[in-house]
């Protein structure tokens, strides 16, 4: 069973900068794609941005060139980096991942809470 673990989320005020980050283990499978999605309440969640494997990278137009994600030489952490931060950002981020197999597997993390406000 894979695992996810999340951690870096807390409150922060308007203009300030939090990282998140997410260790996977456990896959039978390599990992393809990486990646965060947010859930705001009263909202459907969507995705922030994800990272495949060879490195390239996806963005959520509302957080490009405030938000990166990075992952370690393909490896199973995956880090976002979060900065000029709004109050739009608040949400509970998810960490996700899927397999390099077929049918790829998808997981989910517990989420963490990211909170914006002054």
């Known amino acids: 069973q894979v695992q996810l673990v999340e951690s870096g989320g807390g409150l922060v005020q308007p203009g300030g900068s939090l990282r998140l980050s997410c260790a996977a283990s456990g896959s039978r499978f390599s990992i393809n794609a990486m990646g965060w999605y947010r859930q705001a309440p009263g909202k459907e969640r969507e995705l922030v941005a994800f990272i495949l494997r060879g490195g390239s990278t996806n963005y959520a137009d509302s957080v490009k060139g405030r938000f990166t994600i990075s992952r370690l030489n393909g490896g199973n952490t995956v880090y976002l980096q979060m900065n000029s931060l709004k109050p739009e950002d608040t949400a509970i981020y998810y960490c996700?991942?899927?397999?390099?197999?077929?049918?790829?597997?998808?997981?989910w993390g517990q989420g963490t809470q990211v909170t914006v406000s002054s």
């Open positions: 996700n991942v899927v397999t390099n197999s077929i049918p790829a597997l998808t997981y």
